[in-house]
Every structure is written in C-alpha cells, then in structure tokens.
C-alpha cells in the first residue's frame, strides 16, 4: 500500500506524472467500501516499525537527556543546587536532528519524525530557558513576571526559528503546528511581561488572549485547509495538527471562562456548556474535523453529569452521561458525510468555497500534487 505522501514524492521525483497520480487517487476512491469523506485521514504509521523506531529513540533520547544532566551537575551549570540543567534538553535537541536525517529524511517514517521534531523543539525550548535562567540567576525570576515573560517569549521565538530551520529541512507536517504553538507562546509571554505583577490577577485576561491566539490558529489551519479541500497532500496533514493545536486554546479557555473549572455548577451553567458544545459541534461538521469536538468532551461530560445530579439521577448519573454522549457521537460518525451536507450547502457560496468539499470522491483529476 502506497501512502499519500509517497505518491507525491514520486511525483516530485518525475516517475509518474500529476495526472497519472491523481488518476490514481481517484480510483482508488471509487474502489473503497466506505466513502473517504467520512474519514479525516492522516499519517501516523506505515507499519510496527514505527512503533519499534519510536520507541528505540524515545529511550535514545531518555539516555542522552540524563547523561546531559549528569554533565550539567558534574559542571556546575544546574539552575539551583539540584536543579536542571540547560545540558539536558540540549543534547536531547542535538541527537533529534541527526536522527531525523536519516529516519524522516531518508527512511520518511511518520511517527518517529512526530516524536523527533517535538523532541527537537521542545529540546531547543528548554535548553534555551534554561541558559537564560542559569545567566540571570534563577532567584531573579522569583514573583518576578515581567522577567519570567521575557524568558518564555525569547525561548519560545528561538523554537519557533528552530521549528521553521526543521520543515524546512524535512517538511514533517506536524513541524507548522509546532511553530505556531511557538509563535503564541512568545505571544503570551509578551503578555504576561507586559502584565508585570498583575498577571497574577489578570488571569481571565491571559485567558481571552488565549482564546484569541487559538482563534488565530484556527484560522492559519483553514488556509492550510482552504488550499487542499480535497486533501490529497501533504497541507492536508499540516492542517490538521494546526487544527489539534487550536482546539485546546479555544476550547478550554471558553469553559475556563464560563466557571466550569471551579467546581459545582448551576443548571443554567450546564445548559449554556451544551449549547456551547453544540456550537462547537456544528463548526466540527463544517470544517470536516473533529479536534473540537475531542478537546471539549471533558468539559460536556462533567456539565451533563452535573445536569443529570441536580436532577435527582445520582447514582445513575455517570452512567446516564456516558450513554447519551457516547451515543450522540456514534451516531454523527455514522452520519458525518449527511451531517456535512445538511450543515454545509445551504451556507454562502463563498463561505462554502472556503470549506473542505463535501464529496471528494468525485475530484476533478487536475488537483495539484504537493
């Protein structure tokens, strides 16, 4: 079985030509049992070798790590007496690189390249930060916030150029949303420089900013998305990691925001938290991807528990808000497609030009190859 992106490479590479491919695709379409409409697909692992190489790296990168902190103690350069020490995600960031060089590079294995660029970028992070805090002192940092924004801003924009250094070199899809998830990180950090001594009581405000940046997101993933609504390439998969970044950054600072992370909530807390999802249901469908749905069900599944307590159903209460949301959510994966096509065709022509379409199997065969 031949993967997308591999059909794209050999594209690039001159064996088959554009047309030859996406008369490929076609066909292979035609021939599925279940329509690819239904199915946000993207590429996580081509076989168990993945699984084995990510796992081998993963212990790889473990060991260097640890070895790095020894050198940081031995050295002296720890943050604290105890503390960690910038040598650490350093060499974890050092031996990702040369890694992906052969097993992304080369071999184009998905997981393992997932798990070394975030090993890359969250090494360059650490490292970075911790420097800087190793420099200054780490007792300055102490309740200071204006200082504490200007290490998470500067730390985040160095992973953010090591985020754009890594796809351009390898192109691994997930490397944009990386990047992104660094550029609003020095987003906040400005923020929270910028807040000083009142971040601490500017929470909701730090929240808002949260929300905006997600929306942000949200919006960059659409372009990616608008570019291949028949996602048959590699923007497809880049969309949809920017997709799984925004969601969290919308969604909780939403619930945050209503009360639902203080404890008990009222009845009219708990509808408006459905309503909500429902909301977040409905743009789900629209834009044929279901991060938003995911990233909110903790939220639903507590609001309708609490629902069904005040209510009077309290030892079946857990029990009554499992089945309705897990039976709510099969039926719309049974029924995605007519739930797209319900939600989406009445919708403006030029909004509707902008979603992904609703039935790619029948895509002209002169989609671009990336």
């Known amino acids: 079985m031949y993967s997308q992106q591999e059909i794209d490479d050999a594209v690039a590479s001159g064996v088959i030509t554009a047309e030859a491919a996406a008369a490929l695709r076609a066909h292979t379409e035609r021939q599925r049992s279940t329509a ?55 060499a974890v960031a050092g031996t990702a690189w040369p890694l992906a060089m052969f097993f992304t590079a080369k071999r184009r294995m998905a997981l393992p390249s997932i798990l070394l660029l975030l090993a890359f970028v969250v090494g360059v992070f650490g490292s970075v930060g911790l420097a800087i805090a190793l420099a200054i002192g780490p007792d300055s940092l102490n309740n200071n916030a204006l ?76 372009w990616w998305d608008g570019s291949d609504r028949a996602r048959l390439t590699r923007r497809s998969d880049v969309a949809f990691w920017l997709h799984l970044l925004a969601a969290p950054m919308i969604v909780h600072p939403i619930f945050t925001l209503l009360g639902l992370t203080s404890g008990h909530i009222s009845v009219a807390e708990g509808l408006a ?76 022509e030029g909004l509707r030009e902008r979603l992904p379409l609703v039935d790619r199997s029948a895509v002209a065969l002169s989609q671009p190859a990336a």
């Open 147 to 222: 200082l504490s924004g200007i290490v998470i801003a500067i730390s985040a924009a160095v992973s953010a150029v090591a985020a754009w250094l890594h796809w351009r070199s390898f192109h691994v899809p997930i490397t944009i949303a990386a990047g992104a998830g660094s550029v609003a990180a020095v987003a906040v950090g400005l923020l929270i420089a910028a807040l000083g001594q009142n971040a601490d009581q500017a929470k909701n405000v730090i929240l808002g900013f949260v929300l905006l940046l997600g929306i942000g997101v949200f919006l960059f993933a659409m």
């Open 273 to 348: 938290v459905i309503a909500l999802y429902l909301v977040l249901g409905i743009t789900a469908v629209a834009v044929d991807r279901r991060a938003l749905l995911v990233s909110a069900l903790a939220y639903v599944l507590y609001a309708l528990n609490e629902l069904f307590r005040q209510f009077g159903a309290v030892e079946l209460n857990v029990a009554l808000t499992a089945l309705v949301i897990g039976s709510a959510l099969l039926l719309l994966s049974a029924f995605w497609h007519q739930a797209r096509s319900v939600i989406v065709r009445p919708l403006p």
């Open 36 to 90: 690819i409409p239904d199915e946000e697909q993207f590429r996580l692992i081509t076989g168990f070798n993945d699984i084995f190489v990510s796992i081998a790296a993963a212990i790889l990168l473990f060991a260097v790590g640890w070895i790095g902190q020894w050198i940081g103690q031995q050295s002296g350069l720890v943050v604290d007496v105890n503390g960690p020490s910038p040598l650490a995600p350093l």
